[in-house]
Each structure stands twice: as C-alpha cells, then as structure tokens.
C-alpha cells in the first residue's frame, strides 16, 4: 500500500467504520482503479464505491483529516490520465450514483454523476427532449467525467458543450461539506458563478454528486453529407462558408489525406473510387423536416459548387455508412504502431489550416505518423500521433513533436486540450497556457477549496519527480531537475 503511516492506518479503520461493504482493499480492486483510458497505472490504497450521495461527505471528511489523497471515477474512460491516482490514496467510485429522471414540464434531467450519457439521451428522447452533447465514448462514459472535462463531441459546433447545459451542481467540498451551486433555474444572477468554476476542474475543487441539466427539443429530421475537397483551404474555410449562406450545421467534421489514406489502406478499399486522398468533410443537418429539407438543398448547392465530388444519404442505412468513414479513422491509426496519441487542441476558425500546415511539417521533419481528424466546426480538431514505445529513438521523435505541437496551438492563440481535459497527460504543457497572473489566481482558487491538496492530486499543476515520470509516460516531457530517482514502490 501507498499510505502505510499510523494515520493512514487510523483513517482507513475509520472509513470502514462509516463505510463497511463500499470500501474495497483487495489488490485484483485496487488494479482495476489504478489507470483509465491512458493506460499508466498508480496503486491506491482503497477503492471506496459509494451507493448514496452523503457517503462521498463521509469519505472527504476522513480524507481531509488525515491529508489522504482522493481520486474521483465514473467509468475510467478519460484519454488524459485524469482518474489515475497518481498519488496514491483512496479512489472514490461514483459510477452507481447512477439516479436519472426526466422533468418533461420543465425540460430538465436530474441525474447522479454514475448516468451513462446515451442513457441520458436515450431516456430524453423518450419524451421528445434532447441533450446534444455526445462525445464518442457516450455508450460508457459517465455524467461525472463529461462535467469534470466539460467535454464535447461531435454536435459542438450548433449546440455547444457540457458546460452549455449544466444548470446545477450538488456535491461536497474537500472538507465533507455539502454545497449546490446554482439552481434549477434558466436563469441565474445571485453571487459567484462557482457552478461553472466546478465545471472542467477535473475533480480538483469539489466532488459532484447530483447534476441538473436544462434539455432541448428533439429534432425530428437529419440528413448527412461526404464530400471530398481539392484542399484543406478550401475543406477548413467551410465553417465561414456554410455560415455565409445561413447554414449552421449540427455536426461539421474533418479528415486530412493522411487519415483517409490510412483509413482506405485499413479497410481495403476506396472511400470514392478513382479518387486520390484528398481533404474530406462530414457534415450533418438537423431540425424539422421543413428545416431540414431547405438546409438540404442549400448545402447540396455549396457541395456541388465547392466538393471534387459528395454523396448525401437519404435513408439513416446510408448516413451510418458514410458515418463509417469518420469512424473508422482512428481505428485504422490503432494499427500503425504500439502507442496512439489523441491531442484534442483547439484553435480559431481561421488558424486551422495553419495548425494542420504545421502538423504536416512536423510530420516530415520528425519522420512520424500523425493524422488530424475532428470537429472543424468549432476548431477542435485531433491531432494524433502513432509511434512505437518500445522504439527508444522514434519515442523521442515522438515528444519532440509532441512538445512543438503543444507550442504552435498556443502560440495560434488556441488551448491544448478542447474536451478531454489536462489530467495527467498535458500537465507537462499546461504552464505554458498561462501567464503567472494567471496561473497564480487558478492556485489561489485550488488553494481556497482544497487546502490540504487531497482532490485529484498530481494533476494540472504539479510537476513530478524524475521517479514518479517513469510512471506516467515517456510522452510527459517536462524538464526536471536532476534528482537521484527513488525506487517505485511494489
């Protein structure tokens, strides 16, 4: 165990005191909570699954006495390390706070962070509502983790992100005390927004334990368009072009050659026969089946003008085949090597092709597979580079790029990450995002919410030993200073 101290051992027998069953020590447990989606793994101590809300108050009361860490999860599905306790610690599982209901009168969902979000949107769509956002991961990801990263997906660019919708928080400080910020209002104008402050944090100032959504009408029509373009000037300017003509389209994605040549290489064959790699874009419209109709022929018009060639579906059998397209993208990169890296950056509109320019020089220049796909819409576009880890020399090409990439999206007046969050994978880069004023107020905040520093430690603002980056990945390239590394412990 991590925490073998007297007073880790006191804390311990208090939570199984209050806690009994929730409180998992077996090893095969502690494994199974040790890593998320990044694959790094850190041993807790304890796994702590709670199945009511005001047992998580319990569990940070113990933890805040006693200064032991605390790592909050939903369904582990974070691509950035952020539900890795890195620190060691008590992880705290949220995944069977799982309550949902529906308020058709006032178009809100109640829900406990464990709710799986196609839950949510399956249950909404029951009575006509909707919630748009819809990362890729929805099918398992949890609530919880999208509030935590306030994350995204495909629908951004018309309907916006997590943030846009959360109308309410309950949970606990760092202390076990129980707060609600915000309130089941559209409308909310009374002290500080700290509802949206918890939005995004990663875990870092508070534990959520009930969320209150505001839903939308579901639209009742789509229809979904490929087209493939002579550039990626001509593919990157569409969110300007199709605004131009008043379209606004639910989903506007980008794929580079280099993907779609992967991807025909993948599946064996040609996603428009004859045709060379070339830029691609999907895009989806949505609304009534008036709206939708007109948008249609709009948008029919721009292709047949702009695209080297389109096809648009007129059946949902035919959008899920041109929707394979974009899917099968990151699945055909698996296949190129060992190690995949997502890097979610985000840029404006016009910088896009800027941002892919670079990627394509840093791709030449540093001989490594990268391809970019994702939501041009909003400039939130993936980059990912693929490498194999156990190549010591393409490694380090690997995170020289990495780290000139991280430099350029700043430097464009982007953010490294748009939806997944730093956790633990961009906290080697994330200081380079702010300045110290900056910096020093979103401390100062840490510090006034969690002083002891026990929620999500070893995240956003810590810089890690050259023992403890062992641990965490080669690809977390931060400078560090020349201490003699301390044995991992077993």
């Known amino acids: 165990m991590t925490t073998d101290s007297t007073s880790g051992q006191n804390a311990l027998g208090q939570l199984y005191e209050q806690l009994g069953a929730c409180v998992e ?203 493939v373009f002579q550039s990626d000037e001509i593919a990157l300017s569409s969110p300007q072009a199709l605004r131009k003509l008043g379209l606004r389209p639910a989903i506007l994605e980008y794929m580079d050659p280099w993907t779609i040549d992967c991807l025909q290489k993948y599946v064996g064959t040609e996603v428009f026969p004859g045709i060379e790699p070339h830029p691609m874009l999907l895009i989806e419209v949505d609304g009534s089946e008036q709206e939708v109709e007109a948008q249609g022929k709009l948008l029919e018009g721009w292709m047949a003008e702009t695209a080297l060639t389109y096809r648009s579906a007129a059946t949902l059998e035919e959008a899920e085949k041109l929707w394979d397209v974009r899917r099968q993208g990151s699945s055909s990169m698996k296949k190129l090597a060992s190690t995949k890296l997502n890097e979610d950056v985000v840029v404006p509109l016009d910088q896009q092709v800027e941002l892919v320019r670079s990627v394509e020089e840093l791709r030449k220049r540093h001989q490594i597979k990268i391809g970019v796909f994702g939501h041009c819409g909003d400039g939130n576009l993936h980059v990912n580079l693929m490498y194999d880890e156990e190549n010591t020399e393409e490694t380090e090409r690997a995170v020289s790029a990495l780290r000139e990439l991280m430099s350029k999206v700043i430097s464009l007046g982007g953010a490294i990450s748009g939806e997944h969050g730093v956790g633990l994978a961009k906290t080697p880069f994330v200081r380079e995002q702010f300045n110290d004023a900056e910096w020093d107020a979103m401390r100062a905040v840490k510090n006034a919410l969690d002083p002891k520093n026990i929620l999500n430690p070893g995240k956003i603002f810590d810089v890690f030993h050259p023992w403890e980056q062992k641990k965490i990945s080669v690809t977390l390239s931060w400078e560090l200073e020349n201490e003699e590394p301390k044995p991992q412990e077993a």
Do not use: M
């Open 25 to 227: 020590t077996a090893y095969e447990q502690r494994e199974d909570h040790s890593y998320d989606g990044l694959k790094i793994s850190s041993l807790p101590d304890a796994v702590i699954r709670v199945k009511e809300a005001v047992q998580v108050g319990k569990v940070l009361k113990i933890a805040n006495q006693y200064g032991i860490p605390v790592t909050t999860r939903g369904a582990g599905s974070s691509l950035t390390g952020g539900a890795t306790p890195i620190r060691g610690g008590w992880v705290l599982d949220l995944s069977l706070l799982d309550h949902l209901e529906i308020d058709e009168e006032n178009q809100l969902a109640r829900c406990g962070p464990g709710v799986v979000v196609a839950e949510l949107q399956a249950k909404a769509a029951e009575t006509g509502l909707f919630y748009p956002p819809d990362p890729s991961s929805k099918k398992f990801c949890t609530l919880g983790g999208n509030v935590a990263c306030n994350a995204g997906g495909l629908r951004c660019v018309k309907y916006g992100v997590t943030r846009d919708y959360v109308l309410s928080l309950g949970g606990y400080l760092a202390n076990g005390e129980y707060v609600q910020w915000g309130r089941a209002t559209r409308k909310f104008a009374t002290g500080y927004n700290i509802r949206d402050l918890w939005v995004g944090s990663e875990g870092t100032l508070g534990v959520v334990t009930d969320i209150t959504l505001r839903l939308i009408d579901l639209p009742s029509s789509t229809r979904t368009f490929l087209g």
